[in-house]
């Protein structure tokens, strides 16, 4: 009996998925700092590098190295069957970001591959048509900064002066990119106004 209550507990507690961060949680707090801890290898590619506004090649860069106002990540993994699934939806908010003038330059997506090689992130991208920036788990940083988290799973930053600020956290996937965004666009603090 015990254990079946439990079990009740946590289906209801897994459908309500979406923090929005005001009082640090544990867990958000966590999150928060080894979000900052992240280095990723600067991309290659040079259309990504635009893309993120970083501009020398080689080397490593964190989170708060991104030009961008408001920074989600999809947190993935290549084996993962929710985020093979969800990978359509993915796409379709990056290109909704992109469509948008008073977005696209200031708003940006990018997905980090915890636990996954480059072999298995290119597979990923392949498969599924990633179009926005994916990333390695190199030396398993990924997953080590982020102890325990389950995929997919969404975190949202703005820029807070040098820094990104973890405001928004969410667990699992959305069913609707343009209500996922606007909910993203509004919890961030930035009046649509301030977007040119």
């Known amino acids: 009996m015990k254990n079946w209550f439990m079990t009740t507990v946590g289906v209801i507690l897994s459908l309500v998925p979406l923090i929005v961060l005001g009082a640090s949680t544990e867990p958000e707090t966590v999150y928060s700092k080894g979000l900052a801890q992240i280095k990723l290898t600067v991309p290659a590619d040079e259309q990504t590098r635009k893309y993120l506004g970083l501009t020398e090649e080689g080397g490593q860069f964190g989170l708060s190295d991104i030009k961008a106002d408001i920074l989600i990540i999809e947190i993935f993994n290549m084996y993962c069957p929710f985020c093979q699934r969800h990978a359509p939806m993915a796409n379709?908010?990056?290109?909704?970001?992109?469509?948008?003038?008073?977005?696209?330059?200031?708003?940006?997506?990018?997905?980090?591959?915890?636990?996954?090689?480059?072999?298995e992130v290119n597979i990923f991208r392949q498969k599924y048509s990633v179009q926005f920036p994916l990333f390695e788990d190199k030396g398993f940083l990924i997953v080590n900064a982020l102890p325990g988290i389950r995929t997919p799973h969404y975190f949202s930053l703005r820029k807070s002066g040098d820094s990104m600020e973890l405001f928004l956290s969410m667990q699992g996937s959305f069913d609707n990119e343009g209500v996922f965004l606007e909910t993203v666009l509004k919890n961030s603090g930035i009046k649509f106004s301030d977007i040119p």
């Open 92 to 119: 379709k908010l990056f290109q909704a970001i992109q469509a948008r003038i008073d977005l696209k330059d200031r708003v940006k997506f990018i997905g980090l591959g915890i636990s996954n090689s480059s072999y």
